[in-house]
């Protein structure tokens, strides 16, 4: 099963925010639906080691709409935040969370609701290896560690990175890790290209 999301291998807070896409059929949203989270959450379980496609699988629809609205919630505040950061000027890409202390409310929130902290394995003879641990559904641990790496990442000087896509219909965000990257991803890069030249073409021929 795989996400509709595009997944641009950034950090999972953006790629949170980016749960959000468009294109010439309008925006969509990836959580929409009980299979729409459990496939996003499929496809960044590799990066959470809260989470493990068996333990994802035997989640109910009852858990996977209540995750679904908890990462909804999440992503909402997220956006808000990225907005902010970056002085976003798209409209369709404004979040449904207007305010900026209600977006961090959430974000908050979401950092605390399920406890997790990190324990050490060694067996004599091996390496010594870090592991995650909750008191709690795991997947829900996972929703709180994404939180807590936004805490992160919006606290820091990361923030500074982050950009808004500002190529023709694009709703995605990014963190400009290359001095050149202006977009979000090469199809982006090319559709603002041809804006631009179509716009020079016809104003030379106005």
């Not at 709409?65 to 990225?82: E, Q």
């Not at 820091?156 to 400009?176: E, I, M, N, S, W």
């Amino acid at each position: 099963m795989d996400t509709n999301a595009p997944l641009l291998g950034e950090p999972l807070p953006v790629e949170l925010m980016n749960t959000i896409w468009a294109d010439r059929d309008g925006v969509h949203d990836a959580l929409r639906d009980p299979d729409g989270t459990r496939a996003w959450l499929h496809a960044v379980a590799p990066r959470i080691d809260l989470m493990t496609p068996e333990g994802l699988d035997a989640l109910t629809a009852s858990d996977l709409g209540k995750l679904g609205n908890r990462l909804i919630g999440l992503r909402d505040a997220l956006r808000r935040l990225a907005a902010e950061a970056t002085e976003d000027p798209r409209p369709g890409a404004a979040s449904d969370t207007h305010a900026l202390d209600a977006a961090v409310r959430v974000l908050n929130q979401a950092a605390c609701d399920t406890p997790h902290w990190s324990a050490l394995s060694w067996t004599p003879g091996q390496e010594p290896s870090r592991h995650t641990r909750t008191s709690g559904q795991m997947a829900s641990a996972a929703v709180s560690a994404i939180a807590e790496e936004t805490i992160t990442l919006f606290s820091q000087d990361t923030r500074h990175q982050l950009r808004a896509c500002l190529a023709p219909g694009c709703v995605l965000y990014f963190l400009k890790n290359h001095p050149r990257r202006e977009w979000c991803s090469a199809g982006c890069g090319n559709r603002a290209r041809s804006a631009r030249h179509y716009q020079r073409h016809r104003q030379s021929t106005a």
